[in-house]
C-alpha cells in the first residue's frame, strides 16, 4: 500500500474519537530505515516532542514531513535509521519510541530531561570540521519564512532546534530534514503566532543567534552568538524563477544539492498541509 493509503486509512480510524491519537510503524528496507507516523491533536510542540523521544532512544532522524487536517489533526511522519539486525528486534525499538511519544504527548512523562542527560554521555565525533549555518529567508515562499540551519548532524538536534523554535513562538508550518554524511541540513517554514512572515531584523537576528548557538554546540566552532557584535542588518536580493520546479533547478545549482522537497511551498491548511503526503 502507498502512503498516503496508509494515511488515509489511520485518519478514517480516528473518525468520532475523544482523544485521536495513533501511531504507526513500518520498516522500509529499500531506504534501510524505520518510518514512524503520529496523528495527533496538533500543537506547536508536537514535533519537538516526537523527535525528544527518538533523541532519548538513540534513534538518529533522517528525515521528517510534518501535516495537519482541515479538521486540526496533525500528522507527523519521521524517519530514523535503522540500529539494530534483526527486523523483530528494530520493531520493538520503535515500538518503544511510538509508546514513550503517546506519554509524553498525555503528560506522562518529560523529555527535555531525559534527552540532556543523553547528550551528555553521546557527544559527537565529527572526523573534519562541519561550519554552521543559519539562514532566514522570506523570498522563498508567499506565507512563510524559510529557516535553514546546516551543521553537523548529531543524536537530539533536530530535538534542540525544534524545541528553540517553540520558545521563539513561531509554528512550523513544514520541516525537512535532510542529512548528507555528518552534515545535517534542516529546513523549517515557520510563521509567528499569529500566521504573518518573520520581517522583523531585530526578531531574524534572535532566530538566527539561538540557533546558530545550538549548531555550534556540538562542533566547537565559535560563531554567530550573544557575545559577538552584530553588523547592521541588510537585505539580499535574489532574483529567483517563479516556478517550484526552476526554483528546486536553480538552487540545485548554486548549491551543488537538491533538498527533497524543500522548495516545495506547502498549501496548508491551520498552518501545515495536508495534501503533500510523500509515494
Known amino acids: 500500500r502507498s502512503r498516503k493509503i496508509r494515511h488515509g486509512e489511520l485518519l478514517r480510524s480516528l473518525d ?88 509524553a504527548l498525555r503528560g506522562e512523562a518529560v523529555i527535555a530531561d531525559a534527552v540532556k542527560a543523553r547528550a551528555k554521555t553521546h557527544a559527537p565525533v565529527a572526523e573534519f570540521p562541519v561550519a554552521p549555518e543559519v539562514t532566514v529567508d522570506n523570498s522563498l515562499s508567499n506565507t512563510y519564512t524559510v529557516v535553514e540551519v546546516s551543521g553537523l548532524d548529531r543524536e537530539g538536534l533536530l530535538f534542540d532546534l525544534t524545541n528553540a523554535i517553540s520558545k521563539l513562538n513561531l509554528n512550523i508550518a513544514s520541516a525537512h530534514v535532510t542529512t548528507f554524511g555528518e552534515r545535517a541540513v534542516d529546513a523549517f517554514y515557520v510563521t509567528d503566532l499569529t500566521g504573518a512572515k518573520i520581517v522583523s531584523p531585530q526578531r531574524q537576528i534572535a532566530i538566527k543567534r539561538q540557533l546558530s548557538s545550538i549548531a555550534c554546540a556540538s562542533t566547537g566552532i565559535i560563531t554567530f552568538n550573544s557575545k559577538f557584535p552584530f553588523a547592521a542588518a541588510h537585505v539580499t536580493v535574489a532574483s529567483l524563477p517563479k516556478t517550484r520546479a526552476q526554483t528546486c533547478i536553480t538552487l540545485s545549482q548554486i548549491t551543488g544539492f537538491t533538498l527533497p522537497g524543500m522548495m516545495e511551498e506547502p498549501g496548508c491548511v491551520s498552518g501545515r498541509s495536508e495534501e503533500h503526503t510523500s509515494e
Open 16 to 103: 468520532g474519537a475523544k482523544d485521536p491519537l495513533i501511531t504507526d510503524i513500518i520498516l522500509d528496507k529499500k531506504r534501510d530505515v524505520v518510518e514512524l507516523t503520529v496523528i495527533a491533536p496538533d500543537h506547536h510542540r508536537l514535533l519537538s516532542t516526537i523527535a525528544g523521544c527518538c533523541a532519548v532512544s538513540g534513534a538518529n532522524i533522517v528525515d521528517a514531513h510534518i501535516f495537519t487536517t482541515a479538521d486540526g489533526l496533525a500528522l507527523d511522519t519521521i524517519f530514523f535509521s535503522r540500529g539494530l539486525g534483526f527486523d523483530e528486534d528494530e520493531l520493538r525499538r520503535a515500538e518503544r519510541i511510538a509508546e514513550m511519544i503517546v506519554r
